[in-house]
């Protein structure tokens, strides 16, 4: 069945950088879209950002406005891992981020991760 | 403040029928984008519900049904059970915002 496990969350200080990683079973990884959703308790689920699948002519990723220029999605198929990368955090940014399977809705999703940022 | 509107909260007594109103505009559910609905018992992950307004993944039981009409959705539960006790989100996608967007949730509680 689908895997999807999240590592990399933890406490950061405004400004700092993360790097999130989730790994991936159970399902052809690489022909896969996969994103990042958020939740906090304030604001409840958000979509942060999707990647696209090797059926792409080529690899693209789209974010939400909020995150645009600061986070940054990426894959490495060989590995079944996704990747967020989130730098400049704001305490904004505070959530559980989920890896999840899809780009329109989201089919599979992993335990998630907790991010806090905080002084 | 959602893109979705959701109530806050519906309940209703074991073996009712309660539904859940996902109230969206012309540029999400209206201009003829899917809705889904999503599970997230506590203390655990979302799980998919209802994929494109009235489909169930393998696994969700019958109880469960989605339907649309204009700019709205709605998630009916039947036979209502205390396992459903939980919070629901729609979400569809947004053309002017161009990106997926959610309800704010709905809390059901099993009298």
């Known amino acids: 069945q689908v895997q999807l496990v999240e590592s990399g969350g933890g406490l950061v200080k405004p400004g700092g950088s993360l790097r999130l990683s989730c790994t991936a079973s159970g399902f052809t990884f690489s022909d896969s879209y996969m994103s990042w959703v958020r939740q906090t308790p304030g604001k409840g689920l958000e979509w942060v950002a999707f990647i696209s699948g090797s059926s792409s002519y080529t690899e693209y990723a789209e974010y939400v406005e909020s995150v645009k220029g600061r986070f940054s999605i990426s894959r490495d198929n060989a590995k079944n891992s996704l990747f967020l990368h989130m730098n400049s955090l704001t305490v904004e940014d505070t959530a559980v981020y989920y890896c999840?399977?899809?780009?329109?809705?989201?089919?599979?999703w992993g335990q998630g991760s907790l991010v806090t940022v905080s002084s | 403040q959602s893109v979705l509107t959701q109530p806050p909260s519906v309940s209703g007594a074991p073996g009712q029928r309660v539904t859940i109103s996902c109230t969206g505009s012309s540029s999400n559910i209206g201009g003829g984008y899917d809705v889904h609905w999503y599970q997230q018992l506590p203390g655990t992950a979302p799980r998919l519900l209802i994929y494109g307004n009235v489909n169930r993944p393998s696994g969700v039981p019958d109880r469960f049904s989605g339907s649309k009409s204009g700019t709205s959705a709605s998630l009916a539960i039947t036979g209502l059970q205390a396992e459903d006790e939980a919070d629901y989100y729609c979400?569809?996608?947004?053309?002017?915002?161009?990106?997926?967007?959610f309800g704010g949730g709905t809390k059901v509680t099993v009298l």
């Open positions: 979400q569809s996608s947004d053309s002017s915002l161009r990106r997926v967007v």
């Open positions: 999840v399977t899809g780009q329109l809705f989201f089919e599979d």
